[in-house]
């Protein structure tokens, strides 16, 4: 039977420092809380999180969003972040990353982040709803690569986009600094994608196609293209298996939001525990007991001898905090 490391806290969280963003992405996982009508969470209340995340021995903290850089107290977060030695990262929609903002991050010691881009212009500001998202958002990963900021391309699948990977690919290859990675992630169930679910939601042949694309982009244009989420390796082709980053929720990584309730990504809801309540130590070996002993899986899954953790948990509807693959 397959078995999960238990660790005493997670190696890497994402810290979704405020859940609000500027942007009105069709797909967003995070629509429900109505991001554009709620506050940013006091100072405070992040420094305590951040607190409670270096006392756990958390290595890498992932300042999410939300939009981070939409923040009031990005600046102080960052400076407060740094002061407790996590190696930092940023995930962001560009929009606001200019030549201050860079030099903030490689004053702080951040050399690599990840910007969304969900297609060529047009495409992308009818998935963002915002015009000139698309030219801010370049300007923002060229600012950071010139000045040494290394940057992985966020690229969420829709079915208006999936055809058209390759396509962003030789776009930036042509137009923007040598662009090293691009991580393609899946669409869920949750936020405005739920709402019509059965509608919105890719095949398993559209994610098939995707694939084949992601092999072009890496033998064509030399760019590492990857599955950024979990796949269920038994519905793949042997020869794009290693294409597959997938999870490692509830073992070395998790997501703590605003509030400081732990979840399992960016993306599932519901909470094993908050971390200014309990400590994260805790909340990591006994919250997560259950899911770590894998027995919500499939019998198959549990004993595959290529364990894939039974795909993407998020990508099922309805399918609570853990749940196996939507095509298992």
Known sequence: MNELVNLKSPISVNFEVSPVCDLSCEFCFNAEVECKKINHPPIERVVRILDQLAKAEVFEVRLFGGEFFVYPYWRETLEYADKLDFFLSFVSNGIHINQEVVQKLLHHRIISGAISLHGTKEIHENITKVAGSFDVAIKGIKTCLENGINISILFTLTKNNYQSIFETCQWLKLNVLEIDEINVGRLTPYGRAKSDWEKVKLSLDNYLFVFSQLERIRNELGILANFGDAFPLCRLPVKYHDYVIGCWQGTGFGHIDHLGNVRSCSIAKGSYGN??????????????AHFRSLKWLPIK????????????????????MYAPDEFI
């Open 301 to 320: 899954c549990q004993k595959c001898d290529q364990f894939c953790g039974g795909g993407c948990s998020a990508s099922r509807y309805d399918g609570g």
């Open 275 to 288: 971390i200014l309540e309990t400590s994260l130590t805790k909340i990591w070996d006994e919250g997560l």
